[in-house]
């Protein structure tokens, strides 16, 4: 059985300090499985970029991309909101709650890394992982976390006791080595064995989950491997969550990297096909109302603006019509009036929050990112 690390005991706890990668002893063994699945998810992952080439604006699309998967990896940790409260927040006048703040927060986070590494042109270090976890654990938590700090204080899950607080500076330092140098393994597989190394070393006190995770999305962004941050591996995650548990322990008991990127590369791959059947069916989406709106003599005099108004909705697609108004140059009355005949179609619906503010919800499109494919 190869050997992940070594137990060390410090008064009366038992820590376990991992040793570094790439595993050695024997080394990662590309078996046929694995050899299957990592053709199976690359070729996923390229039908995905393809098709985010061809998304309405999707700069401004991704957010319901990161949105959803901001939801399904604080799901995995017991935060639970929903799609329509994160997007209802942001625009309403009132305190979000605990769970919606959090998971605006894995948004905010992820948002913070990238700028990092596509605009400020940084590596994946742990600069960029503390501030990350800064972001995430900004709000909701309080200082209880120490946001944007490794934990200074010996931590317990189950029977689990990560590395003790001295070992935690090497161990990050040897890991963002590892991330930025060559290596013979393909960078697919790698990014699940940071992902597993990352939660062994568990280097912060809360939000160890939800940073692992994210650090998927930013080294496939960072490797070009994904042109925009529309992957959502916590689908998978959260699916097989029992089973995500047991194939990161595998890895420190047992030795076992090989079951555990055999278990990462299916995520990979599902999650990959799940999120090119969403945007498949978000650009039919697109393409209906489009012509609905070219054909359809309600919109005779406004065709132009009706289009505005649809792409808005794209990016935005719970908002009050005041400030589309104003984003969109147009007068209230205008938009209104586009709005209305929508309704009619059946592409927006009235809500009311807070008796006085009405907001407008884009159904079909909501009910994409919704749908379970």
């Known amino acids: 059985m190869r050997k992940t690390g070594m137990y060390s005991t410090l008064g009366d706890l038992n820590y376990f300090i991992p040793n570094a990668l790439p595993p050695s002893n024997p080394p990662l063994e590309m078996n046929n499985e694995i050899i299957s699945l990592y053709g199976e998810a690359s070729f996923a992952l390229g039908q995905l970029n393809e098709m985010s080439k061809r998304l309405p604006n999707p700069k401004k699309f991704i957010k319901a991309y990161v949105i959803k998967e901001a939801l399904l990896s604080s799901a995995i940790e017991g935060i639970h909101t929903t799609l329509i409260e994160v997007f209802t927040n942001p625009i309403a006048d009132f305190k979000p709650n605990k769970d919606t703040q959090l998971v605006l927060n894995y948004t905010y986070a992820l948002d913070a890394a990238l700028n990092m590494i596509q605009e400020q042109g940084l590596p994946i270090v742990s600069k960029v992982i503390l501030k990350s976890h800064e972001v995430l654990m900004s709000a909701g938590e309080g200082g209880r976390s120490t946001p944007g700090s490794f934990r200074k204080q010996s931590v317990r899950v189950g029977d689990f006791v990560p590395p003790p607080v001295p070992e ?88 076992d990297f090989e079951g555990w990127i055999t278990y990462y590369l299916k995520a990979i791959r599902d999650s990959a096909i799940d999120a090119h059947t969403r945007a498949k069916a978000i650009e039919d989406l697109e393409i209906k109302l489009k012509n609905l709106i070219q054909t359809d003599g309600s919109f005779t005099k406004m065709r132009e603006t009706a289009l505005r108004v649809l792409e808005f909705l794209f990016s935005q697609p719970i908002t009050p019509i005041a400030e589309m108004s104003q984003k969109l140059g147009k007068s209230y009355n205008t938009v209104q009036n586009i709005l209305k005949i929508f309704a009619k179609h059946n592409i927006v619906s009235e809500t009311i929050i807070h008796k006085r503010n009405k907001l407008y919800r884009f159904e079909p499109y909501l009910a994409c990112l919704e749908k379970e494919y």
């Open 168 to 255: 935690i500076p090497n161990l990050m330092s040897d890991l963002e080595k590892y991330i930025n140098e060559y290596s013979e393994i393909p960078f697919l597989i790698k990014a699940g064995l940071v992902h597993v190394h990352f939660e062994t070393i568990h280097p912060f006190l809360d939000g160890n989950g939800r940073i692992g995770r994210l650090l998927i999305v930013l080294m496939l962004i960072d490797s070009d491997l994904l042109k925009l941050p529309i992957l959502y591996p916590s689908y998978y995650f959260k699916k097989h969550h029992l089973e995500y548990y047991q194939k990161l322990d595998r890895v420190r008991t047992h030795g």
